[in-house]
DNA sequence: CAGTGGTCTAGACCACTGG
DNA sequence: CAGTGGTCTAGACCACTGG
């Protein structure tokens, strides 16, 4: 009574965890598994498909499915800046900056941060590394206000969160936590497969005056985790 | 050149934005869907089981899709009640209980509780669900010594946070947040796909006495977001 | 060039829900 | 009972990769 596609999944997955599909290794083509299962190519893609949504194969138009990679583990806590935590951790430390420019706000964006669409905003995307391994992809709009030489700043020298405190004092913060599939762009910049969650933190910050950022941190699932201790 | 499933998302997802597709009313079917933008009713259904995965839409089986509810805010800082949250978002609350017992420590839940191998612990885990969709699996262990009369305990008229208080006052906990991809075990309690996003609290409680539980809470990634107010 | 994945069609039968 | 989503078929044409 199950489902035919799941037991392709099945038969896959079980390859996989015993080794006869490598790491790396190239999966039988969706014909060949239609053929082999007996079922239409579009059963068999559909066990693929949810394979690749899973995170455990990768497809490129043209050249196959192969197995990805297994995923890296480590752990960390966090509250600061980011460039500090990995330091105290015993790693090294660096930023690779991907965009800094000034831009008018679109729809979106001037709902998030209250300004007025086509206003002017800041937008800075950098990725944090650990010994080279991306840990975290931060997408930030700031508004002009307080980001006084914001488009000459050298983001791998200090993080903007250390910059955006240094020109007005952080006050506030609201914070949001989520579980999220990467889009692909954030995929690109962390290098990470499409199937693997992400650790999503939306943050506003505030000074005095109001409103300075709004940023969107992302972590591959795998390589970052948030603790904290509470008393009563 | 883009793909008609895409064209037919985008449309959707317009609707669902400008309110013309209010939260928890029934969109058009595959086959009005189909008809409508004139393409077949797989592609139609395609742009559908996209928007589900992404958490925009909930399916179900001989009744219809539906616009799914704005995702839940959980705090970041307190630890909250599952069933008062739920409750105050308006939702109708219920539990249900898929284990309850007395085991022996293996190795892992010996060094995770710290207590020695084989030693006598309870097991309790539980699905909460809100309007009758699941939104946590609690997974707790917890140290008999803390829990008189808990073999015995209806845990769908008080949840086990609740109970363990009452026995010994919560002094302190240790938090972790992950994003994860559930086991199968997790798919199962949260009726989610093994594709999708969970955003994983693992919790010590400690009362004045020491350790009470070691508790996993996960949530599906497209229901549950944790929210936290900081001032500096 | 043969083979791959990406998209799509126009049907089909089924399990399930609601009135 | 009519309508819904869940699964599946046996084709098709396309863009793309590699040899």
Redesign the interface.
């Given at each position: 009574m199950g489902a035919r596609f799941a037991d392709i999944k099945q038969a896959l997955l079980e390859q996989i965890h015993n080794g006869e599909l490598a790491m790396g290794s190239k999966t039988p083509s969706e014909n060949q598994l239609a053929q082999r299962f007996g079922v239409s190519r579009?059963t068999a893609r559909r066990a693929v498909t949810?394979l690749v949504?899973?995170?455990y194969l990768l497809r490129m138009q043209g050249a196959g499915t192969f197995v990805a990679d297994s995923r890296p583990v480590g752990s960390m806590f966090a509250v600061r800046a980011i460039d500090t935590e990995i330091a105290e951790r015993g790693q090294g430390y660096c930023a690779r900056v991907l965009c800094q420019t000034s831009m008018h706000a679109d729809a979106d964006q001037a709902s998030v941060l209250g300004v007025e669409q086509g206003g002017e905003l800041y937008c800075l995307e950098v990725v944090h590394f650990a010994d080279d391994i991306p840990l975290q992809f931060e997408q930030r709009l700031i508004l002009p206000a307080w980001a006084e030489g914001f488009l000459s700043w050298d983001f791998t020298a200090q993080t903007a969160s250390a910059y955006l405190s240094a020109q007005a004092?952080?006050?506030?913060?609201?914070?949001?936590?989520?579980?999220?599939?990467p889009t692909r762009k954030v995929c690109e910049a962390l290098a990470i497969n499409q199937?693997?969650?992400?650790?999503?933190i939306s943050r506003r910050t505030y000074s005095t005056q109001g409103l300075v950022s709004f940023a969107r941190l992302y972590?591959p699932?795998s390589r970052?985790?948030?603790?904290?201790?509470?008393?009563?």
């Open positions: 579009m949810e949504d899973e995170g004092p952080l006050t506030e913060a609201d914070t949001l936590i989520e579980a999220v599939l199937g693997e969650p992400c650790l999503k972590h699932g970052y985790r948030l603790g904290g201790h509470l008393a009563f």
